[in-house]
T-cell receptor, first 114, second 117 residues
């Protein structure tokens, strides 16, 4: 009955590889997000989608490509991984019917690039 | 543009003592403010939120926060710390749901709370 689920929880990969992180929410929310948390715990928004439409695209290298096949899923694909991509990536969702209800977060994907 | 500053990256308190975490915000419109808690190796959980109703907001686990417009602050308090309060706490601000810009939450840098027995 997990509300926002991310897979995998841990991902260790070599520089130059391509990897994907998947996110699914069963809350019926309309908007989904990707946030990056660096080693100093700083959280920064990367993307948001509303009903499969890209709404926010912060200054993120174009090696990062989000994809939303439907409003319950938002995946993140990363090409040519670099050491600096190592971080925890959080997926989140929010309900348009309750704009100030805040986000529901997934438990995160810890990406380590070696 | 919205921004959040959390004073003190680490706070150490004794069990049973007052917990006070400071948050100041900057926003071009009346803000919506949030406090989230992150336990080790977990996602963020909403503690409480201010959405222009009462300025004193009560949340889960005995936490509360007070919105002070004149000070642009939204400090988080708990009268008596418990060992289980040891975690990272994040203050966040949103300028509201603007479809074109999305419902963007901007987070402060976080404050780690250590609770001593």
């Amino acid at each position: 009955d997990t509300a926002v689920s991310q897979t995998p929880k841990y991902l260790v990969t070599q520089m130059g590889n391509d990897k994907s992180i998947k996110c699914e929410q069963n809350l019926g929310h309309d908007t989904m997000y990707w946030y990056k948390q660096d080693s100093k715990k700083f959280l920064k928004i990367m993307f948001s989608y509303n009903n499969k439409e890209l709404i926010i695209n912060e200054t993120v290298p174009n090696r990062f490509s989000p994809k939303s096949p439907d409003k319950a899923h938002l995946n993140l694909h990363i090409n040519s991984l670099e050491l600096g991509d190592s971080a925890v990536y959080f997926c989140a969702s929010s309900d348009d019917r309750e704009p100030m209800g805040g986000y529901t977060f997934g438990s995160g994907t810890r990406l380590t690039v070696v | 543009a919205q921004s959040v500053t959390q004073l003190g990256s680490h706070v150490s308190v004794s069990e049973g003592a007052l917990v006070l975490l400071r948050c100041n915000y900057s926003s071009s419109v009346p803000p919506y403010l949030f406090w989230y808690v992150q336990y080790p190796n977990q996602g963020l959980q909403l503690l409480l939120k201010y959405t222009s109703a009462a300025t004193l907001v009560k949340g889960i686990n005995g936490f509360e926060a007070e919105f002070k417009k004149s000070e642009t602050s939204f400090h988080l308090t708990k009268p008596s710390a418990h060992m289980s309060d040891a975690a990272e706490y994040f203050c966040a601000v949103s300028e509201g749901l603007i479809k074109a810009a999305g419902n963007k939450l901007t987070f402060g840098g976080g404050t780690r709370v250590l609770v001593k027995p």
